[in-house]
């Protein structure tokens, strides 16, 4: 692989796998827990929720990581608070490129956990509550392995979108090699610089495999999900 | 063990007001689909929050207007309509689901136990998706059975299943009835299944308990023929199996008399009670001769209504137990049926079919 791929690029590649990763690992349980919120319960405000769940996928991205600046950056509204009480700085680091995958992945793996928690019937969850199932052990029981096929599906497609984030982590943690170029940010960079073409083109075949892989493995995994749902 | 449930609910314009007590054995359920017997039943299961509800199990108050106790703390087991097998477990999985909630204290039957009372044992590596529709309504049955419950809930366990499914279990639930002392409260709108199963009937109406008692008290009333049905109604005798004879027969023991019927199952000397349909009853004020008919109880009428159609329904005593006939108003005048009158009751013995005939 290194042989194939030039340091800088075997960087920025590296740095998406991480980067993707975390925000996926990180964002999981908050994106399970609005998923099933927003599939099961009645509340006040959920279109609101919803709304902001799926904002970033309207907004340009620009704007998204502008907002993560105003918000997170170290002298930001949350930023300062989150440095001064835990050390944790998120501007200019791969991390934060980390939390823009994130927010920027969220609505697409929320949606498909939800679609994956709506497709289980309520009415087994009842039968278990009869049984003598706490609404936990319904969810951990019943809902949770009748929906994982989609919570798995939900986090690859996550991981692919964190993986080819760009406008929201450019504008947020800027682009500096080896701490917030990803695979993005490099390709952006190599074609700026004359002779950068064939790098970027490496880059490029590297991100068109993985987005294709992660679509056709969310697909299948979608599918099983319903499957299972039907009890097949 | 007894149930003790008085709720009010409105849905939209329909109202529900409902008392009675549910003693040990099987309670069921009664009325027309619209009835509110589905409402009672969860109520009574803590799925649905009526606006007013006193239910009561055993001293214990699962729900008043100041207690409302939920559906995983209540301990009923309900088998519902649709089985509702978790479709990701085994069928072993299934069954010892509830168990693991159940505090250890309690006593209840083992899966050996249960395996063997539904006729089970052979399904428990299978998954729920290969199974026939009985077969997963009796793991339904066994999965309430094995989370060790105060009582069981039955929702209309049999509708889903066609005839000959429905044949297949009755003898199991007759066997929960008889073998375990677990109290049901069991959801039907076949009479059939209130003649099979139950201990006691609670017939409902637009909402409102119209008669509440022993099955037996209840099925022969024949004030209660409109709810079920002229063509269903009919009085329910315990009987005692006599002999078996070569010709196919079996011979019954009842309080007024024989009765032959098609052969029957159980040993000599088991229980059984057969269902006698009021329309398969034909009366005589002598005792007739030269009848094909083998079975001829000696009868006093008790009783005669008159409905809108030309039917007559008389209630009749038949030794300890009441029987219902059902026949024409000209009959009734020809005969000058009178309440006190001695007369005989002619059955045909081969219009009692099996489905009528149970353990009990």
Redesign the interface.
């Known amino acids: 692989m290194t042989g194939w791929l030039g340091p800088e690029e075997w960087q920025a590649v590296a740095l998406s796998l991480r980067v993707a990763l975390v925000a996926t690992l990180f964002s999981l349980p908050f994106g399970v827990f609005t998923a099933y919120a927003l599939a099961r319960w009645d509340f006040r405000g959920k279109q609101l929720i919803n709304g902001l769940v799926h904002l970033p996928l309207i907004l340009p991205p620009v704007v998204t990581g502008y907002l993560l600046l105003l918000l997170f950056g170290r002298r930001g509204w949350m930023g300062g608070t989150l440095e001064d009480v835990f050390g944790i700085v998120l501007a200019f680091r791969w991390t934060g490129a980390a939390l823009a995958a994130a927010i920027m992945a969220f609505p697409l793996m929320v949606r498909s956990i939800r679609l994956a928690i709506e497709a289980v019937?309520p009415?087994?969850e009842?039968?278990?509550?009869?049984?003598?199932?706490?609404?936990m052990?319904v969810f951990v029981?019943?809902t949770l392995?009748?929906s994982l096929p989609g919570i798995i599906a939900g986090s690859v497609l996550a991981f692919a979108k964190a993986m080819g984030e760009f406008g929201a982590t450019i504008t947020f943690v800027s682009n500096i090699p080896g701490q917030t170029q990803t695979v993005p940010s490099a390709i952006y960079a190599f074609l700026q610089v004359p002779g950068g073409e064939a790098s970027a083109m490496r880059l490029v075949v590297i991100s068109v495999v993985i987005a294709m892989a992660a679509l056709l493995a969310s697909e299948a995994l979608a599918r099983r999900s319903v499957q299972?749902?039907?009890?097949? | 063990m007894s149930l003790s449930v008085s709720l009010t609910h409105t849905l939209g314009t329909f109202t529900l007001d409902v008392t009675f007590d549910a003693p040990p054995g099987v309670t069921v359920l009664f009325g027309r689909s619209g009835a509110g017997k589905s409402a009672v039943i969860n109520a009574v299961?803590?799925?649905l929050k009526p606006d007013y509800g006193k239910i009561v199990l055993d001293g214990e108050t699962l729900s008043d207007a100041h207690t409302w106790r939920?559906?995983?703390?209540?301990?009923?087991?309900?088998v519902?309509q649709?089985a509702?097998?978790?479709?990701?477990m085994t069928v072993r999985q299934n069954l010892t689901?509830?168990s693991r909630?159940?505090p250890r204290t309690d006593s209840g039957p083992s899966l050996t136990e249960v395996c063997a009372l539904l006729g089970i044992a052979d399904l428990l590596d299978r998954?729920?998706?290969g199974l026939s529709g009985g077969e997963k309504q009796r793991v339904a049955i066994g999965?309430?059975l094995l989370?060790r419950p105060r009582m069981l809930?039955m929702d209309e366990p049999l509708a889903a299943l066609d005839a000959a499914r429905k044949a297949e279990i009755l003898p199991y639930l007759e066997r929960l009835r008889d073998q375990t002392k677990i109290p049901i409260l069991y959801v039907s709108h076949s009479v059939a299944e209130v003649a099979r199963l139950a201990t006691t009937v609670v017939v409902l109406e637009h909402g409102r308990v119209v008669r509440a008692g022993p099955a037996e008290e209840v099925l022969s009333d024949p004030d209660m023929v409109r709810q079920l049905g002229v063509r269903e109604a009919g009085a329910v005798l315990p009987a005692t199996v006599k002999a078996h004879h070569d010709d196919g027969l079996s011979e019954l023991e009842i309080s007024g008399g024989r009765l032959f019927l098609p052969r029957v199952a159980g040993e000599t000397g088991t229980s059984t009670r057969v269902r006698i349909l009021a329309q398969d009853v034909i009366l005589s004020n002598t005792l007739p001769e030269g009848l094909s008919a083998l079975n001829i109880l000696p009868v006093t009428v008790i009783a005669l209504r008159e409905g809108a159609d030309p039917g007559v329904i008389v209630q009749l005593q038949c030794g300890q137990d009441k029987l219902l006939a059902r026949v024409t108003r000209r009959s009734a005048n020809a005969l000058n049926l009178m309440p006190g009158d001695a007369g005989f009751a002619v059955i045909k013995t081969v219009s009692i079919a099996q489905v009528d005939i149970g353990t009990g």
């Open positions: 019937d009415k087994l009842q039968a278990a509550g009869t049984l003598g199932a706490s609404r052990w029981t019943i392995p009748l299972r749902a039907a009890g097949r | 299961a803590g799925l939920s559906a995983s703390t209540r301990r009923l087991g309900y519902f649709d509702r097998l978790f479709p990701h689901y509830g909630f159940a998954r729920p998706a999965r309430a989370s809930l």
